[in-house]
């Protein structure tokens, strides 16, 4: 931008505890066309004095030199000027504080208090504070205004929805009711999925106590009515290419193949059981044919037969194994979620069946997901239903061919032997995804889901923010291939997921990123003269938006692109950026930094910080008045997958004497916006001890950290002894060249 | 060895049907033992009783003395976290237990519900009514001055037969009781194997057990201790005292009238008259306050009333209200004494049948338990100083052992020797 309007706030301490004329000059040295200062600049008249200002001065761009960019974001909107903010207040004033010996008095005048041999403390406080607004008019010089990407083609604005069960009926019917297209594939013949085999289910809604009728059947009558909804059943999904707006998305009915475009998908292909016969042992199913699985007596209660698979005799009582291969790390690890409900359920069937039948649960924990409480205490009141916590411990036959449930760990304080007709397993689910890509795409980085095995095979996502993305963009998941879900929770994440599929497709008409940075309307741009074909950014795109032509160039698809940065971050060529982010931009701002004569006796740090966890937490740190040292100054990225290793070279070589990264936790409850970006960074770590051995420098100089958004308690100290760890090393040598 | 289960769902749905229909609620959290002002660390309760009722096991609760020591305060019931109202539970369960003690069942089954009450009244009332005719030969004339007899076998009702009713039926009361409390206590027996030589004799029985038990009781110390408001606790006392009042007096004038030929009505200066009308204002104001207190209990949802209770605490009073009418009506001259008179032998006949059958009978049962409990706590300690309950540990800890040993293998098993070697050791020592 060229004229730049630069506005210091001398509010907030800002004023107090510094010289605003020395910022002032240092905004002017940098080179902007108008600059002023005032208190209270984010009150009524100072949001005034910068409209006017920027009237006035026909500024095309402001730098606001005040409170922390996480702040006062809605006050410091001027329509389409950009906006700047340099960070005085938490990252400066109540972030910075003189080293007091206990029992002493901070002395009233900071220029007072020695630092260095001739240096006082607020020559170094100054020096901050001017390095920050001359890095803020730099980032404003060399930004760009993005322009939303814009397709030639036309987009698509349906949905397609994988799988006709309650989920994926839920989906359609919610994207039909918003106003849009729905295309439903079910590769059985009829609608409905597991649920409309069952005699009963547990209702959806208040009070969550009783029994209904299959909800299925509703949901199939308003799909089949709903003119905005296609139905496509006997039908499997053999390929899917392109990106959002623009699937191309062929399927097979009969020997036939078609292909239709589509918008974005919706993936509700839910679960199957598990394996049973993996379960002879211990629990003898296979071994006595009166050991069933919840299945096969859901399918007994819904054909009404409660007779043994054995002798046909009546079912007078029935023992649930709750947990039956699950929560076991030789069979499924994890818990269901609904199986505690569904014996619960079934006990009632079979209770209601017979008002002399016993029903025994012998469960690990109750566990009643939700309001389902309800349900269990109902149950619970049923004088034939007898539930102790309990450890299966073995099953025999007795002589009067009875089966023998032995169970230890009860809430009875003993150990319990239990004769009964039918004994029935809890076995758990199994999402489609576990072992079949289920979406067939025709991407670089391969079909389906990747890596899975954080969440045992479902195709769940960072479920600290975000509940319904994939690691695809514009496919969203629903329903049990989700997560282990209940039918009322389904459809709830049924309706998520088709409202995400519709704001994706909003976003793909107005040409900007779809999540998690929606307001963003740069994409990257490659300059692909100089790419050497190297595939870095098309292997580490963490959301396969990258694709390679013949040759091994990478093909973008902005539609698939989250902006993490990611690419342009791996790029040793440094041909990514954005048009209001890029590698040019960065070093720029490090280069615009003073950098003292050597035996200065004080160090420079350049810190990059996540945006999204660690300059919150510094934030919160500020806020606490906790203290980090002078000589750090923080530049906020979007993530760390996006830092170049270009920055660290320019930073080291210009004499600085360190760099710190703050990433975000990585690893299996990894809380990065962008999946993998810390975790790459990590990983390049190895290209930056390189460089240092280049430059002939300690590895130690550089290092990376992971801060979770609550440690702010914790970044002080990590930054502490960043700054021990090179005042054992020294000063760096390049500085003064 | 796991214990066998097949639980029995008539007794759930007794309970449940019985005032307990909270029973399968408890999920074990045992706070309920916790709160519990009389539930001690060795004898904990009423958790464990809760999920016994709630599993069917019948045998086990009936061997189980908890069930009696609970007195009700209902501070489990406010404190449960899930509504299973264990104050009510366990009321649901004694009354389970009146049951399982009583012979005939149809008798309790009459004590119990609505329709037995026009039953039994109309039982009492044709009994005495029956025995006025025969003794007058016919419908009486009603005499004035009002008096209720002269004499063994004179007057509106003379003593003989109203001895010839009540007579049989304490009889008949005291031999299902006997019945009833040797019951309970073979089955509280089973619950502790007691060795042979830590049973005391009878005199012993009597001196250090049931002695110190009926004192506790006549002092209500652990009706005080269960944390129960001053009208419960008063209330109770009073009406016990009153029947004790009652029975002593009843007993003089029993002696006085039949073998003595000191006919009644006595003169109200008369010290056993005295001592009598005492005791009838007693059990009145008695009454009142616990039928004041349920009121009051039932309405901020501490309790639940079962039919049983009500109909006990209002057949006291009305026995109270009833004798003390007649007297005054007597004295007042009024001919509507003789009505009232046939009304007041009404409830005591049923008040006195009830006993075994009736929530009356908790006056058997509690006792025996409280007895039982002072005895076996102190068999306990007995057996604990000199190490035998360690010793009978010891014996079940070596069984476990030698199972053990049965499926160890190698090191183990030598270690699982030692262990019992160990543990000889410790025995000898």
Same mark, same amino acid.
């Given at each position: 931008?060229?004229?730049?309007?630069?506005?210091?706030?001398?509010?907030?301490?800002?004023?107090?505890?510094?010289?605003?004329?020395?910022?002032?000059?240092?905004?002017?040295?940098?080179?902007?066309?108008?600059?002023?200062?005032?208190?209270?600049?984010?009150?009524?008249?100072?949001?005034?004095?910068?409209?006017?200002?920027?009237?006035?001065?026909?500024?095309?761009?402001?730098?606001?030199?005040?409170?922390?960019?996480?702040?006062?974001?809605?006050?410091?909107?001027?329509?389409?000027?950009?906006?700047?903010? *340099?960070?005085?207040?938490?990252?400066? *004033?109540?972030?910075?504080?003189?080293?007091?010996?206990?029992?002493?008095?901070?002395?009233?005048?900071?220029?007072?208090?020695? $630092?260095?041999?001739?240096?006082?403390?607020?020559?170094?406080?100054?020096?901050?504070?001017?390095?920050?607004?001359?890095?803020?008019?730099?980032?404003?010089?060399?930004?760009?205004?993005?322009?939303?990407?814009?397709?030639?083609?036309?987009?698509?604005?349906?949905?397609?929805?994988?799988?006709?069960?309650?989920?994926?009926?839920?989906?359609?019917?919610?994207?039909?009711?918003?106003?849009?297209?729905?295309?439903?594939?079910?590769?059985?013949?009829?609608?409905?999925?597991?649920?409309?085999?069952?005699?009963?289910?547990?209702?959806?809604?208040?009070?969550?106590?009783?029994?209904?009728?299959?909800?299925?059947?509703?949901?199939?009558?308003?799909?089949?009515?709903?003119?905005?909804?296609?139905?496509?059943?006997?039908?499997? $999904?053999?390929?899917?290419?392109?990106?959002?707006?623009?699937?191309?998305? /062929?399927?097979?009915?009969?020997?036939?193949?078609? /292909?239709?475009?589509?918008?974005?998908?919706?993936?509700?292909?839910?679960?199957?059981?598990?394996?049973?016969?993996?379960?002879?042992?211990?629990?003898?199913?296979?071994?006595?044919?009166?050991?069933?699985?919840?299945?096969?007596?859901?399918?007994?209660?819904?054909?009404?037969?409660?007779?043994?698979?054995?002798?046909?005799?009546?079912?007078?009582?029935?023992?649930?194994?709750?947990?039956?291969?699950?929560?076991?790390?030789?069979?499924?690890?994890?818990?269901?979620?609904?199986?505690?409900?569904?014996?619960?359920?079934?006990?009632?069937?079979?209770?209601?069946?017979?008002?002399?039948?016993?029903?025994?649960?012998?469960?690990?924990?109750?566990?009643?997901?939700?309001?389902?409480?309800?349900?269990?205490?109902?149950?619970?009141?049923?004088?034939?239903?007898?539930?102790?916590?309990?450890?299966?411990?073995?099953?025999?036959?007795?002589?009067?061919?009875?089966?023998?449930?032995?169970?230890?760990?009860?809430?009875?304080?003993?150990?319990?032997?239990?004769?009964?007709?039918?004994?029935?397993?809890?076995?758990?689910?199994?999402?489609?995804?576990?072992?079949?890509?289920?979406?067939?795409?025709?991407? @670089?980085?391969?079909?389906?889901?990747?890596?899975? &095995?954080?969440?045992?095979?479902?195709?769940?996502?960072?479920?600290?923010?975000?509940?319904?993305?994939? @690691?695809? /963009?514009?496919?969203?998941?629903?329903?049990?291939?989700?997560?282990?879900?209940?039918?009322?929770?389904?459809?709830?994440?049924?309706?998520?997921?088709?409202?995400?599929?519709?704001?994706?497709?909003?976003?793909?008409?107005?040409?900007?990123?779809?999540?998690?940075?929606?307001?963003?309307?740069?994409?990257?741009?490659?300059?692909?003269?100089?790419?050497?074909?190297?595939?870095?950014?098309?292997?580490?795109?963490?959301?396969?938006?990258?694709?390679?032509?013949?040759?091994?160039?990478?093909?973008?698809?902005?539609?698939?692109?989250?902006?993490?940065?990611?690419?342009?971050?791996?790029?040793?060529?440094?041909?990514?950026?954005?048009?209001?982010?890029?590698?040019?931009?960065?070093?720029?701002?490090?280069?615009?930094?003073?950098?003292?004569?050597?035996?200065?006796? !004080?160090?420079?740090?350049?810190?990059?910080?996540?945006?999204?966890?660690?300059?919150?937490?510094?934030?919160?740190?500020?806020?606490?008045?906790?203290?980090?040292?002078?000589?750090?100054?923080?530049?906020?990225?979007?993530?760390?997958?996006?830092?170049?290793?270009?920055?660290?070279?320019?930073?080291?070589?210009?004499?600085?004497?360190?760099?710190?990264?703050?990433?975000?936790?990585?690893?299996?409850?990894?809380?990065?916006?962008?999946?993998?970006?810390?975790?790459?960074?990590?990983?390049?770590?190895?290209?930056?001890?390189?460089?240092?051995?280049?430059?002939?420098?300690?590895?130690?100089? $550089?290092?990376?950290?992971?801060?979770?958004?609550?440690?702010?308690?914790?970044?002080?100290?990590?930054?502490?002894?960043?700054?021990?760890?090179?005042?054992?090393?020294?000063?760096?040598?390049?500085?003064?060249? | 060895?796991?214990?066998?289960?097949?639980?029995?769902?008539?007794?759930?749905?007794?309970?449940?049907?019985?005032?307990?229909?909270?029973?399968?609620?408890?999920?074990?959290?045992?706070?309920?033992?916790?709160?519990?002002?009389?539930?001690?660390?060795?004898?904990?309760?009423?958790?464990?009783?809760?999920?016994?009722?709630?599993?069917?096991?019948?045998?086990?609760?009936?061997?189980?003395?908890?069930?009696?020591?609970?007195?009700?305060?209902?501070?489990?019931?406010?404190?449960?976290?899930?509504?299973?109202?264990?104050?009510?539970?366990?009321?649901?369960? @004694?009354?389970?237990?009146?049951?399982?003690?009583?012979?005939?069942?149809? !008798?309790?089954?009459?004590?119990?519900?609505?329709?037995?009450?026009?039953?039994?009244?109309?039982?009492?009332?044709?009994?005495?009514?029956?025995?006025?005719?025969?003794?007058?030969?016919?419908?009486?004339?009603?005499?004035?001055?009002?008096?209720?007899?002269?004499?063994?076998?004179?007057?509106?009702?003379?003593?003989?037969?109203?001895?010839?009713?009540?007579?049989?039926?304490?009889?008949?009361?005291? =031999?299902?009781?006997?019945?009833?409390?040797?019951?309970?206590?073979?089955?509280?027996?089973?619950?502790?194997?007691?060795?042979?030589?830590?049973?005391?004799?009878?005199?012993?029985?009597?001196?250090?057990?049931?002695?110190?038990?009926?004192?506790?009781?006549?002092?209500?110390? @652990?009706?005080?201790?269960?944390?129960?408001?001053?009208?419960?606790?008063?209330?109770?006392?009073?009406? !016990?005292?009153?029947?004790?009042?009652?029975?002593?007096?009843?007993?003089?004038?029993?002696?006085?009238?039949?073998? =003595?030929?000191?006919?009644?009505?006595?003169?109200?200066?008369?010290?056993?008259?005295?001592?009598?009308?005492?005791?009838?204002?007693?059990?009145?104001?008695?009454?009142?306050?616990?039928?004041?207190?349920?009121?009051?209990?039932?309405?901020?949802?501490?309790?639940?009333?079962?039919?049983?209770?009500?109909?006990?605490?209002?057949?006291?009073?009305?026995?109270?209200?009833?004798?003390?009418?007649?007297?005054?009506?007597?004295?007042?001259?009024?001919?509507?004494?003789?009505?009232?008179?046939?009304?007041?032998?009404?409830?005591?006949?049923?008040?006195? =049948?009830?006993?075994?059958?009736?929530?009356?009978?908790?006056?058997?049962?509690?006792?025996?338990?409280?007895?039982?409990?002072?005895?076996?706590?102190? *068999?306990?300690?007995?057996?604990?100083?000199?190490?035998?309950?360690?010793?009978?540990?010891?014996?079940?800890? &070596?069984?476990?052992?030698?199972?053990?040993?049965?499926?160890?293998?190698?090191?183990?098993?030598?270690?699982?020797?030692?262990?019992?070697?160990?543990?000889?050791?410790?025995?000898?020592?």
């Amino acid at each position: 931008m060229e004229k730049i309007g630069v506005f210091i706030c001398t509010s907030c301490n800002i004023g107090d505890r510094l010289e605003i004329a020395d910022l002032e000059a240092a905004a002017n040295e940098q080179g902007c066309a108008h600059c002023a200062s005032m208190p209270f600049l984010c009150g009524k008249e100072g949001v005034e004095a910068i409209k006017n200002a920027i009237k006035e001065n026909e500024l095309d761009s402001v730098v606001i030199c005040a409170c922390s960019g996480r702040v006062n974001y809605d006050v410091f909107d001027f329509g389409n000027i950009p906006v700047e903010r *340099v960070n005085l207040r938490e990252g400066v *004033v109540w972030s910075r504080w003189p080293k007091v010996e206990e029992g002493q008095e901070v002395p009233e005048d900071e220029s007072q208090i020695e $630092v260095a041999e001739g240096v006082s403390f607020k020559d170094e406080l100054m020096a901050l504070a001017k390095d920050y607004v001359r890095m803020g008019v730099v980032k404003m010089q060399k930004y760009a205004p993005p322009e939303p990407y814009k397709p030639e083609e036309e987009m698509s604005w349906k949905v397609l929805v994988m799988g006709g069960g309650v989920t994926g009926l839920t989906a359609a019917l919610e994207v039909a009711k918003a106003g849009y297209e729905a295309v439903i594939i079910e590769k059985e013949n009829e609608l409905g999925g597991f649920v409309a085999k069952m005699k009963k289910q547990l209702e959806v809604g208040h009070p969550y106590r009783n029994l209904q009728e299959p909800i299925t059947k509703k949901l199939i009558e308003e799909v089949q009515a709903n003119d905005k909804i296609q139905v496509i059943t006997g039908a499997t $999904v053999e390929k899917i290419a392109g990106a959002p707006g623009f699937f191309d998305v /062929t399927y097979k009915q009969g020997g036939s193949e078609e /292909t239709i475009r589509i918008g974005t998908i919706v993936v509700a292909t839910g679960w199957k059981p598990y394996d049973a016969s993996k379960l002879e042992e211990p629990y003898g199913y296979g071994k006595y044919p009166d050991v069933v699985t919840n299945i096969q007596f859901e399918e007994m209660l819904a054909k009404g037969e409660l007779k043994r698979p054995s002798d046909g005799s009546p079912v007078k009582s029935v023992a649930f194994i709750q947990c039956a291969g699950q929560r076991d790390p030789d069979h499924l690890p994890y818990c269901s979620g609904v199986c505690c409900l569904a014996s619960l359920k079934q006990a009632k069937l079979l209770r209601e069946a017979d008002d002399e039948a016993k029903a025994y649960i012998f469960y690990k924990d109750m566990r009643t997901m939700g309001i389902y409480e309800n349900f269990y205490q109902a149950l619970q009141d049923d004088p034939g239903v007898f539930l102790t916590k309990a450890e299966f411990k073995s099953i025999s036959q007795g002589d009067d061919g009875k089966l023998v449930v032995e169970v230890t760990q009860t809430l009875l304080g003993e150990d319990l032997a239990v004769p009964v007709d039918l004994v029935v397993l809890a076995t758990g689910m199994v999402p489609t995804t576990a072992d079949d890509p289920v979406v067939p795409l025709e991407y @670089r980085q391969g079909p389906g889901f990747p890596e899975l &095995e954080l969440f045992y095979g479902y195709a769940d996502s960072n479920y600290i923010c975000f509940p319904y993305e994939t @690691r695809r /963009t514009g496919i969203y998941t629903a329903g049990c291939v989700h997560q282990p879900m209940t039918t009322a929770q389904a459809m709830e994440d049924a309706a998520g997921a088709a409202l995400k599929a519709i704001q994706c497709l909003k976003a793909i008409e107005a040409g900007h990123a779809v999540h998690p940075r929606t307001w963003d309307y740069a994409y990257p741009e490659f300059n692909f003269k100089r790419c050497t074909q190297c595939k870095r950014c098309t292997e580490e795109c963490p959301f396969g938006a990258l694709d390679d032509d013949p040759k091994g160039t990478p093909m973008p698809n902005p539609t698939r692109c989250r902006r993490c940065g990611t690419c342009f971050g791996a790029c040793p060529e440094r041909v990514i950026g954005f048009k209001d982010y890029n590698i040019d931009m960065v070093s720029s701002m490090i280069k615009a930094c003073e950098m003292p004569e050597p035996d200065y006796g !004080l160090f420079r740090v350049v810190a990059f910080i996540c945006e999204n966890d660690a300059w919150p937490a510094l934030d919160m740190a500020a806020y606490h008045r906790n203290s980090f040292p002078l000589s750090i100054r923080f530049i906020p990225v979007r993530c760390l997958g996006a830092v170049n290793v270009a920055w660290v070279r320019d930073a080291m070589s210009g004499g600085w004497d360190g760099v710190i990264m703050l990433g975000c936790k990585y690893g299996e409850n990894y809380q990065c916006h962008f999946v993998k970006g810390s975790e790459l960074a990590n990983r390049r770590m190895e290209n930056v001890a390189e460089t240092l051995q280049q430059l002939a420098l300690e590895s130690e100089r $550089v290092v990376l950290h992971t801060v979770a958004i609550d440690e702010y308690d914790k970044v002080p100290q990590l930054l502490q002894e960043f700054q021990e760890t090179l005042e054992g090393i020294g000063e760096s040598p390049f500085k003064g060249w | 060895m796991p214990t066998y289960v097949e639980p029995d769902l008539k007794f759930v749905k007794g309970v449940i049907a019985s005032g307990g229909d909270t029973l399968k609620r408890c999920y074990q959290c045992a706070t309920c033992a916790v709160v519990c002002p009389l539930s001690t660390d060795e004898v904990p309760f009423p958790r464990k009783q809760m999920i016994l009722a709630q599993w069917g096991m019948a045998d086990r609760i009936a061997k189980d003395p908890a069930i009696w020591l609970c007195h009700q305060c209902s501070d489990c019931t406010a404190y449960c976290p899930r509504g299973a109202r264990p104050g009510d539970v366990l009321a649901a369960i @004694r009354a389970m237990a009146i049951r399982e003690y009583a012979e005939p069942k149809f !008798l309790w089954s009459l004590y119990n519900n609505l329709g037995g009450l026009i039953v039994l009244f109309g039982l009492a009332i044709s009994v005495i009514v029956a025995a006025i005719l025969i003794a007058n030969k016919g419908i009486p004339e009603l005499e004035s001055p009002v008096r209720f007899s002269h004499g063994l076998f004179h007057g509106f009702l003379p003593v003989a037969f109203v001895d010839a009713i009540f007579l049989p039926l304490a009889g008949f009361v005291a =031999l299902i009781s006997i019945r009833g409390i040797s019951m309970m206590w073979r089955q509280l027996n089973e619950g502790f194997h007691v060795p042979e030589a830590y049973r005391p004799t009878t005199g012993e029985m009597v001196s250090n057990y049931i002695i110190p038990a009926i004192k506790e009781i006549l002092a209500h110390e @652990r009706f005080k201790k269960c944390g129960v408001n001053f009208n419960r606790f008063t209330g109770h006392r009073f009406v !016990l005292w009153a029947f004790i009042i009652l029975f002593i007096v009843t007993n003089i004038v029993f002696i006085g009238a039949d073998f =003595l030929g000191y006919h009644t009505p006595w003169p109200l200066w008369n010290p056993v008259k005295i001592f009598a009308n005492l005791g009838a204002i007693i059990l009145i104001y008695g009454s009142i306050l616990l039928i004041q207190n349920r009121k009051a209990r039932e309405a901020e949802g501490a309790m639940k009333g079962a039919y049983a209770d009500w109909f006990l605490l209002y057949l006291i009073l009305f026995v109270g209200l009833t004798g003390l009418g007649a007297e005054i009506l007597r004295l007042l001259n009024l001919k509507i004494a003789y009505p009232m008179y046939i009304a007041h032998l009404a409830c005591v006949f049923v008040l006195f =049948l009830g006993l075994p059958f009736s929530k009356f009978a908790h006056l058997l049962y509690r006792t025996t338990v409280m007895v039982y409990d002072r005895y076996i706590t102190d *068999v306990r300690a007995k057996m604990e100083a000199t190490g035998a309950l360690a010793a009978e540990k010891a014996e079940e800890s &070596e069984e476990a052992a030698e199972e053990a040993q049965e499926v160890a293998e190698g090191e183990s098993q030598e270690e699982a020797a030692e262990a019992t070697e160990e543990k000889e050791e410790k025995k000898e020592a």
